[in-house]
């Protein structure tokens, strides 16, 4: 099998299949929030780090008019080139998250994979928030899903799972490399082993993801009270009919923001 060392997000082919096993659970969830959260029409979407696309062609599928941002111009060619050949209304365009702008307001944004993770330090998180709401029209919502560190019980932030399409069939594992709790940063290792009728590969990175206790979310949430209110929590099931009160034990959250 050959080996590589390289980001997982320059192969968008595979991370679309490593990370599509939710998708119609994210889908059902994603309108239950349209219709129970949102006031007025739901017409326009926006994703921020919307990588391939994955659900945003499958909502564009839909009716929806759909945009988003990501900083892998792979993936964003990936992504306008199945919203193109799908003849889809909507376009994403390179950018970074912690600061953009749009041409015009959404009507809701979603970000529900740990992608705001991503965002190193306070400044770009709370940048983020504000870009969004910027991004978003009043009434509207965001949907964000990441994982906290639970500061009761263990953090059980080890995951194998297995994804097939066609002839194509992808081995992940994710495993814990350092956690610095002072910094706030987790570095995970994580593994593509890759199968194909013609390849055998193994794609190996390292994430780095900033760490968030509840107590520290909250903290960013306050930061950002005048542009957005939280009207409720859920877990990774994915579940709209059972919100979630959070706590120390949490380690899922899906917060759904109400754009003032």
């Known amino acids: 099998m050959k080996t590589t060392k390289a980001s997982i997000y320059d192969f968008p082919k595979y991370y679309d299949l490593v990370f599509g096993s939710d998708t119609t659970a994210e889908m059902n969830f994603l309108k239950g929030c349209f219709k129970k959260y949102v006031k007025g029409r739901v017409k326009r979407l926006f994703e ?28 964003v060619d990936f992504c306008n080139a199945r919203l193109k050949r799908l003849k889809l209304k909507g376009r994403v365009q390179v950018g970074d998250m912690s600061d953009f702008e749009v041409e015009k307001p959404f009507d809701v944004g979603f970000n529900t994979i740990n992608s705001f993770r991503h965002l190193l330090s ?13 991004a ?17 019980g263990e953090a ?21 490399v350092s956690k610095d709790a002072k910094k706030r940063l987790e ?22 993801l900033r ?11 306050k930061s ?15 579940e709209i009919d059972k919100p979630n009160l959070i706590n120390g034990a949490t380690q899922d959250v899906i917060t759904v923001f109400k754009r003032l």
């Open 156 to 176: 059980d932030d080890e995951e194998a799972w297995s994804a097939k399409r066609g002839q194509t069939t992808i081995n992940t594992q994710m495993w814990p």
């Open 122 to 134: 306070e400044d770009a998180a709370k940048g983020h928030l504000v870009s969004m709401a910027n």
């Open 48 to 75: 921020p780090a919307c990588g391939t696309g994955r659900l945003l062609y499958r909502l564009g599928k839909e009716g929806y008019d759909v945009g988003g941002i990501d900083l892998n111009d792979k993936a």
């Open 224 to 238: 950002v009270a005048d542009l957005w209110e939280p009207v409720d929590y859920f877990d990774f099931g994915y």
């Open 136 to 152: 978003i029209r009043t009434g509207g919502i965001y949907v964000l899903g990441f994982h906290l560190t639970p500061t009761h």
């Open 211 to 221: 760490s968030y206790t509840l107590k520290q979310f909250q903290s960013l949430k």
């Open 187 to 208: 570095c995970f290792g994580i593994r593509f082993d890759i199968y194909t009728p013609t390849e055998t590969l193994k794609i190996n990175d390292v994430l780095r």
